[in-house]
């Protein structure tokens, strides 16, 4: 017989994700922006003023390769969110940098993000929160471990 246990939590977890995935689309999109390029607009934004960085850096905060990065810089320069600016001291270097129009979109959008994401944790208690973290956490290093397992074993 077949041990489906691992459903429980991995099958779950999918479709949770699956639920908060649409909830953030939903309310990013009405802004014009794509899950993509609310990521990199975040990505500038914490990178501290002046809200720059070069597609390497943005695509290593991404996981997302330097052409899917080019891409989303492509459309998001084109909405006057960022500019490209090359670097005074090596031009080889281009960095992209939140415009004003920018910078007041992803704060607006973040803070709408964080009370969508509020309103979607508000059946946990700030204890619950703080277990589920702990325990995501955990399950995302059993995860990368598993990666390192010849597949059909079991640890």
């Not at 720059?52 to 891409?71: C, E, F, H, K, Y």
């Not at 940098?97 to 946990?124: C, I, S």
């Not at 619950?128 to 955990?138: G, H, S, T």
């Amino acid at each position: 017989m077949l041990d489906t246990g691992p459903l429980e939590v991995l099958a779950r977890l999918h479709r949770s994700y699956l639920r908060y995935n649409t909830r953030l689309t939903a309310s990013i999109e009405p802004h014009g922006l794509s899950v993509a390029g609310f990521d990199v607009l975040t990505a500038l934004r914490r990178a501290g003023r002046p809200h720059r960085l070069t597609a390497g850096q943005l695509a290593d905060s991404s996981l997302v390769s330097s052409a899917g990065v080019t891409l989303r810089i492509d459309r998001l320069e084109k909405d006057g969110l960022i500019v490209r600016e090359r670097d005074d001291d090596d031009r080889r270097v281009v960095y992209s940098r939140l415009t004003e129009k920018g910078l007041a979109t992803v704060d607006t959008v973040f803070a709408e993000h964080l009370d969508n994401e509020r309103r979607m944790l508000a059946g946990l208690s700030p204890s619950e929160r703080r277990q589920l973290a702990r325990l995501l956490r955990k399950l995302e290093v059993s995860i990368v471990t598993s990666d390192e397992e010849p597949p059909g074993t079991t640890p």
